[in-house]
């Protein structure tokens, strides 16, 4: 079993930086738009060549009300007729990709995530499955894994029986924060009554997972109310949790703008926050897989991580990252071979192109040999927490010493404050260090110097 996390506050002081998330390498940020809907086909003839099976993300952008901290792509309306329109562009997009695959490539995931994907009325959710069936090689067995975001305020235990009768297995429920003056201070009142009718439902439906979303640092929130929302939440017994770090960037995202900076709490808050969870779900016998992500251990995130055959893609810690993936909607970003790209980010801009029967594919980045090495690097330190230097110079037939000399000045530093453990043949992340295991995954990455690192939120 891995070490344990240990709490370092100086540590942590010094490596928390503001840096990205890594559900890729290069991340999001590199997008340009000199790749197009020619580079996703010629991508998915690739795929269909070796065989490869299928991870497929579908976004729906729409919600009934809007949440302040929310960064997502979305749409706020109450207008639900807004719903068929696109998801007649969602079928021509089906359409135009699914004649480039291979009959027999399975669908081994499937994500519905959003905005609200129960924004959708119990029709339009069995049309959408109905379209993908008829698409995709969706599997019927109950073995894939086939999950989508919930809102309890938007999902009884109808819906949540048609999700389960639709074949999905796997929910995750945003919560944020139990306390109603948080609640009332980012426009989400959502009662603990409505979150455990929600987990009861998807309990007796037998589906095979659970993760709630937490968040820390919304305004109104203290060490205190927040470890009782944490302690309410344990006793839930979810098998997945994520505990995010809330992000203030209002110059970026317009809802955040309602937000009263005042009521944010300090930084010294948050750190108890953060320090105070970790606690809590250790003694509740979870494990920190990583990133913000914590799991019972007979989780398969949690048993992937032990057996060193955890992956991250754009859906987070998965184990799935042998899949290529298809983002489906506006926004959805695809990752096939070498190829990531993502779909026009506007929505009437996104209907329009599909309307007139092409891909709304709008930028992306074709993979160098460099940018699979530092990947490949990456995945192994935020999955794993360790990397063997034999495998990367194996694999990729470099000398990873010589290769990545000018890092050594860093990477020795890291290990004379106890973050790594640095040998001539592999680098292990130590407890102290896994909480700021982003900042080791960023001295190799080989962009982040040439952009504005306020584009991406802090370590903790």
């Not at 942590?12 to 340009?32: C, E, H, K, M």
């Not at 480039?100 to 009325?121: D, I, K, S, Y």
């Not at 019972?296 to 990252?321: C, K, M, V």
Request: net charge negative; glycine share 6%.
């Amino acid at each position: 079993m891995l070490d344990a996390i240990r709490w370092d506050t100086d540590l942590i002081r010094r490596y928390d930086l503001a840096g990205p998330r890594y559900t890729s390498y290069p991340t999001a940020v590199q997008f340009n738009s000199q790749v197009g809907a020619f580079d996703l086909l010629h991508a998915l003839r690739d795929s269909r060549k070796a065989q490869r099976p299928l991870s497929l993300y579908v976004h729906i952008p729409f919600c009934a009300n809007i949440c302040y901290y929310c960064a997502c792509n979305k749409v706020i309306t109450k207008d639900r007729s807004r719903a068929l329109p696109y998801l007649q562009r969602l079928e021509q997009e089906m359409q135009l990709i699914a004649c480039h695959l291979a009959p027999n490539q399975r669908v081994e995931q499937l994500h519905f995530g959003g905005g609200t994907p129960t924004f959708l009325n119990h029709d339009e959710l069995r049309q959408l499955m109905a379209l993908l069936r008829k698409h995709f090689n969706l599997l019927d067995d109950d073995s894939g894994d086939y999950g989508i975001e919930i809102d309890p305020r938007e999902a009884d235990w109808s819906t949540m029986g048609l999700l389960r009768e639709l074949g999905f297995n796997r929910v995750s429920i945003g919560l944020q924060d139990l306390d109603p003056a948080v609640q009332r201070a980012v426009n989400r009142l959502q009662s603990l009554e409505e979150t455990r009718a929600v987990i009861e439902a998807a309990r007796t439906l037998q589906f095979r997972s659970i993760n709630i979303d937490l968040i820390y640092g919304l305004p109104k929130q203290t060490p205190d109310n927040f470890a009782r929302t944490v302690d309410e939440v344990i006793n839930l017994q979810p098998d997945r949790l994520s505990v995010f770090n809330y992000a203030h960037l209002p110059e970026r995202f317009m809802p955040q703008r309602r937000i009263n900076g005042s009521e944010l709490p300090a930084p010294a808050d948050k750190l108890q926050m953060l320090q105070r969870s970790i606690e809590q779900l250790t003694a509740a016998g979870y494990r920190y897989i990583g990133m913000d992500h914590f799991a019972l251990p007979d989780d398969e995130l949690a048993i992937a991580q032990e057996e060193s055959t955890l992956q991250r893609n754009f859906q987070g810690y998965t184990t799935h990252g042998h899949c290529d993936l298809i983002g489906l909607g506006v926004s959805a970003i695809s990752q096939i071979g070498d190829l990531y790209c993502q779909n026009s980010s506007d929505l009437n801009h996104y209907q329009n192109t599909l309307a007139g029967a092409q891909l709304a594919t709008s930028r992306g980045l074709v993979c160098n040999a460099d940018d699979r090495l530092r990947r490949e690097v990456i995945q192994q330190l935020i999955c794993n927490f360790s990397l063997n230097f034999e495998n990367i110079e194996h694999a990729f037939n470099i000398d990873f010493r010589g290769y990545f000399n000018e890092l050594w000045p860093e990477l020795q530093e890291m290990d004379d404050d106890g973050l790594i453990e640095l040998s001539d043949t592999a680098i292990r992340v130590l407890p102290a260090g896994r909480l700021l295991v982003r900042s080791v995954c960023m001295v190799f990455d080989a962009y982040l110097g040439q952009q504005n690192r306020q584009r991406f939120s802090r370590v903790i």
